[in-house]
């Protein structure tokens, strides 16, 4: 073949003949992709490892035909369908008035790109049922291959989508399924199973991601770990309802995939309209969960838009929990001053500005500049902030609204509901027959389907922006759309493509600023919304115990510089937890790092410290926002060890963490994998102190630990050092670097106390 990376004969564009197409084979980083149409369907035959530049002759690789069965081979397809066979889950459900249940989509046309050798789009068509079906396929290079159907309706009468699926083979051996779980203050949480023959969905029905989405959904090898194992794994970029499944029918196949799941009717396309499904993300690694990883961070840092293009990730300062609603002037310009003392760079005006915000029950919907709290605007508070050289940031809910609001009570019809003219009536009073869905948070759902309440928080939006210097908003989102509906009809898909145009509408005219995507904590994470924003809030808890689960497997596909992560408080007012300011830092510093606590009223100690260890994020967030995360399979479960390597090897910075007491009196030697196994390296100890009684509970510490040493990638990786004996619930930085390469990246080790 001419071209190593994608097989594809001319005659594949046209429809298929008696002469069946070559097959797609698409090759990049490790990974390939291989449909074949001998049947003129595309069948998916292989996702996975790369199989090298030849290609057997595939017409002798036919399945067998066993007794019972259908006289022919089942044909998996891009599209899997009864039509062909399968048995499985199928991969369209749909239906015109209740006929063209079953379609038998068959190929048109292979279209790829000549510069582009890891990208086809495949049209698929079944004249009888009266749809076409056009998928496209991106290789990317790292690996990440995404895959999305645009269903079109070719017939003269509406057809309704029920379901549209993206759907990829697994190899034999895969045996066990991982994916996540978890609640509000416990997101990102792992949970394992057996694979056996049946099917495991997850359904996500919260009208947004949810707290317990499965951020990823991964299949492997028996025991599969971070740095070993073969792992298919998927994620799907959408962020309203959705499924995915691992399916495994009884000739012992399996699939791995995904949809969006739609409502009733929820989708039903009047002649010539079409649906387009969410990108299908999936990566496959034979080196454990840490390639998978280092496919979806590839496809993140090669975009344009991402913002470590742009520039460095700014320490932040959030005012939430130093004030929370208590929005005083005095204090908020304590706090500025306070923040670039220590060498914040973006400071955050949480919840609480704008008109009758006095609590969580009332104003949401109202985006004016509370005349009463701010006589003079925001003004005084930019014009301080901007001052002191950091950036100003501002935190909105643009799509809820309280019934206690001057929006509800001007436009009760604005209020998305179940039934027709029921939000109207409801708002009205207990004599209509509407009703409104249960209030969450004292709030309900702003209907921005309806193109009167969408362009009047464009409006306001637009307006808070033109005519202040804010250079951030803190996007929320803070309940489930339970029974969301427009006109008495479901509308989460309606509802999710109306926020996606409202925030694509303010990027287009604000590029400069960016968005966070907050929902309660980490309750819309996905990279459907990060498509369109700057970073996520990883969860609403502050706790470093709870966050070292949470970054961690959040972290699984997003990358640190886009998971906002914060210092909070000595207690947590989430969990009550204490924690040392050393477990604290050592936890946020990977991430988007920032403060979320009352700073100002900090002993001289603790105010050296914290400027210590912001200094050392500010030394480090470069290699931290740019190289590869790895992480260990520690074998002792109440030590976690991560880190991250410049891709060229030369440094390095991980994170050894004691999550509970051990079962062991010392931790022994523990390796740091991912380093240039011939390159040697100084390894030194940067943060906490060697001398801090806090974090250890040793007589003595390793002869290492106050001076550092010096070994090769290949010792460090299979030898390991002795680590100190830490306390529960603390952490030590190492900073690992070319032996001979200059003084440490961090400079002075962080003083605490």
Known sequence: MNNPDLNLAPESRTPATPAAPAPLYLRRSGTALLLDFRTSEPALLHFGADLGPELPDLSLLTDPVPHSALDVPVTLGLVPQASSGWRGRPGLRGHRGGTAFSPRLRLVSVEADPGDAASAVLTQADPDAGITVRTELRLNDGGLLQLRHTLVNDGGSPYTVEELAAVLPVGRAAAEVLDLTGRWCRESHPQRLPLHQGTWVRSGRHGRTGHDASLLLAAGTPGFGYRHGQVWAVHLGWSGNHESFVDTTGDGRTVIGASELLGSSEVTLAPGESYETPWLFAAYSDAGLDGITAAFYAWFRAR????????????????????????????????????????????????????????????????????????????????????????????????????????????????????????????????????????????????????????????????????????????????????????????????????????????????????????????????????????????????????????????????????????????????????????????????????????????????????????????????????????????????????????????????????????????????????????????????????????YLQTAPPGWLAGGVEATGRFLAGSGLPMPVLNPEHGVLLSVRRAGGGAPHSGTPVRNS
């Open 304 to 695: 344009p838009q991402h913002p470590t293009a742009v520039k460095p990730r700014p320490v932040v300062l959030n005012v939430w929990e130093a004030v929370y609603f208590d929005h005083r002037l005095p204090a908020l310009l304590d706090l500025a001053a306070t923040a670039a003392a220590l060498g914040v760079e973006r400071y955050v005006l949480d919840d609480g500005w704008f008109r009758g915000r006095r609590n969580d029950t009332a104003g949401l919907g109202d985006w004016y500049v509370d005349e009463d709290l701010w006589p003079d605007g925001l003004t005084p508070l930019i014009d301080a902030v901007t001052g002191h050289g950091m950036e100003f940031g501002l935190w909105v809910e643009p799509e809820m609204v309280n019934e206690d609001s001057d929006l509800a009570r001007a436009h009760p019809d604005w209020i998305a509901g179940p039934v027709t003219g029921g939000a109207a009536g409801a708002a009205a009073g207990p004599a209509s027959a509407g009703r409104l869905p249960e209030r969450w948070r004292h709030q309900q759902v702003l209907d921005l389907v309806n193109p009167e309440a969408w362009q009047y928080i464009y409006d306001r939006l637009d307006a808070l922006l033109s005519g202040n210097r804010i250079s951030y908003l803190k996007w929320d989102q803070n309940r489930d759309l339970t029974e969301m509906g427009h006109d008495g009809r479901p509308s989460v898909h309606a509802q999710t493509r109306a926020v996606y145009r409202l925030l694509d509408a303010l990027r287009e005219a604000h590029p400069d600023v960016e968005i966070e995507s907050c929902s309660s904590g980490g309750a819309r994470v996905d990279l459907g919304i990060l498509e369109r924003t700057d970073r996520v809030w990883g969860s609403d808890c502050n706790d470093a115990l709870e966050r070292q689960t949470i970054q961690r497997w959040t972290g699984m596909v997003v990358p640190p510089e886009l998971v906002g992560s914060h210092i909070g408080p000595t207690r947590s007012h989430t969990t009550a937890r204490t924690h040392d300011l050393s477990f604290r830092a050592v936890t946020a510093i990977f991430g988007h790092f920032g403060l979320e606590w009352d700073i100002r009223h900090l002993e001289s100690a603790e105010r050296d410290e914290l400027a210590g260890a912001i200094a050392l994020f500010k030394e480090y967030r470069g290699l931290l926002h740019s190289g590869r995360m790895v992480r260990a399979d520690e074998p002792d479960p109440a030590l976690r060890l991560h880190g991250v390597v410049a891709h060229d090897g030369g440094e390095a910075l991980f994170a050894l963490v004691s999550v509970a007491t051990s079962f062991a009196e010392i931790p022994g030697r523990v390796c740091l994998p991912g380093l240039d196994p011939d390159t040697r390296y100084r390894v030194e100890a940067v943060y906490p102190a060697a001398t801090d009684r806090g974090a």
